[in-house]
């Protein structure tokens, strides 16, 4: 099917195909999937970078040109696309999909791409390094893994800001909680206090019902915005 003809349809269902998905078959769909993303999630409309871009714009006092952005689950590099609209310059990109990292480098935005499958592999990113570690819309079962928190915060420098994004579509009940305490026990051990919360209402149209009601045609977004402990 042409892309143009793509329809809202065609997209929940390309999307539907990845339930019950394990990590390697969710690096095969990422591949394929890599030429057609972009225009796709415009279709269903995708809204959660931009939150969690405003909220990073809101809260980062340093210089913009100098910053060290690492890009985790990067896909095509919407991200850093709007980040360079606020004056962001420097990106490390980090994806599990080579399709999605062959179509980031296209955006000629990134000094490195990184391939890796967060959870198996490590974070490919030096301790210290970033001023700010972003992850758009990565977490859920099969994607980004709980445990991945801590590698975030360990790649930011003192005093750098985590921004992170999650919609309620992807992440079952049991990993909602996990990934909720994990959250607060990084604050509790110090690691990182949270700078801001925002919730969207209207994050993505949902692609897993058949809603017959307005409310129920879209998920629920949130982004939050960490500062890891000078410590």
């Not at 078959?25 to 591949?31: A, N, R, T």
């Not at 990109?93 to 999605?100: F, I, L, P, Q, T």
Request: proline share 3%; with cysteine; hydrophobic share 40%.
């Amino acid at each position: 099917m042409s892309v143009n003809r793509r329809s809202l349809n065609d997209v929940k269902t390309v999307i539907q195909s990845t339930e019950g998905f394990k990590p390697d078959q969710i690096v095969e769909f990422y591949d394929s999937w890599a030429p057609t993303y972009k225009q796709d999630i415009k279709l269903i409309g995708y809204n959660l970078q931009p939150l969690l871009v405003e909220c990073l714009h809101a809260n980062f006092s340093g210089n913009r040109e100098e910053a060290q952005v690492l890009d985790v689950a990067c896909g095509t590099g919407s991200v850093a696309k709007l980040m360079v609209e606020l004056g962001f310059k420097n990106f490390v990109g980090v994806d599990c999909s080579k399709g999605m990292l062959e179509q980031a480098a296209k955006s000629g935005l990134y000094q490195d791409l990184k391939l890796a499958l967060l959870g198996t592999q490590p974070l490919p990113a030096e301790t210290g390094t970033f001023d700010v570690v972003i992850l758009a819309g990565g977490f859920g079962e099969g994607y980004v893994p709980v445990s991945v928190l801590h590698e975030l915060c360990n790649a930011a420098k003192p005093g750098g800001l985590i921004g992170l994004s999650r919609g309620a579509h992807t992440i079952s009940e049991t990993y909602t909680k996990d990934l909720e305490r994990a959250l607060e026990l990084m604050e509790e051990e110090g690691l990182w206090s949270l700078v801001v919360t925002k919730e969207v209402e209207r994050y993505i149209q949902n692609p897993f019902v058949d809603a017959k009601k307005e409310e129920e045609l879209y998920v629920r977004g949130t982004s939050s915005l960490f500062k890891k402990s000078n410590q």
